[in-house]
């Protein structure tokens, strides 16, 4: 039974979510200063934190997301910044070589970090503005297999859609994703909220056929 507490902090969580997408689409031209308000309360009333994602195989992620097909819960995050994101969280963010594709990868560093690598030739360098490196899990497959920032270099804030915090293979190989601490407090009664394993587990099912 979810308690008064977490729903209070589901309620805040979600506002706060309904004026950043009010704000980002108003930015962005797609709608007016007349619609912001509509755009907010929509959204608070009738949206929610979380989507589902059907996530194919792929070992990149290993132990932290099974290699084999399963579903992810995605926490919505409109406006990606260090408010919302934290270094050791797991991200899906578009694909910055393949268009229309998406990647799971895990955060590794942010604008203003420096950067060095293991190969004395390439000389360190500091993350620009709105720039985050995001990294694989699996250090059993070589770098250049882990199709991650050592690939194609740094990552825009921009094209992070939202944070990993569930992911479920079947219906007996499910659970929570490790994330910073910060971000899993900030999740937790979103999960409690908006999680349903048995929804997820006859989603992923429908998918595979």
């Known amino acids: 039974m979810v308690t008064a507490r977490t729903w209070f902090r589901y309620v805040y969580q979600k506002l706060d979510h309904a004026v950043s997408v009010s704000n980002k689409s108003y930015q962005e031209g797609i709608i007016t200063d007349k619609q912001k308000s509509y755009v907010l309360w929509k959204n608070f009333f009738q949206g929610t934190l979380t989507f589902t994602h059907y996530n194919k195989k792929g070992e990149e992620m290993v132990p932290a997301i099974f290699p084999e097909p399963s579903s992810l819960l995605v926490r919505k995050i409109p406006t990606a910044d260090s408010k919302r994101v934290c270094i050791g969280d797991v991200l899906l963010f578009k694909d910055p070589i393949e268009s229309g594709n998406f990647l799971v990868r895990r955060l590794a560093a942010v604008e203003g970090d420096m950067m060095i690598s293991t190969c004395y030739k390439e000389a360190p360098f500091d993350l620009e503005k709105d720039e985050c490196w995001i990294l694989a899990d699996n250090e059993s497959i070589k770098p250049e297999d882990a199709y991650d920032s050592r690939d194609f270099g740094p990552v825009s804030m921009s094209s992070i859609v939202g944070r990993v915090i569930y992911c479920l293979k079947n219906a007996v190989d ?10 899993k407090l900030k999740d937790r ?12 587990y006859v989603n992923h099912e429908n998918h595979k056929e």
Do not use: A, K
């Open 189 to 200: 009664p979103v999960l409690e909220v908006e999680l349903d394993v048995y929804e997820m």
């Open 174 to 183: 499910h659970g929570t994703i490790n994330n910073s601490v910060e971000s």
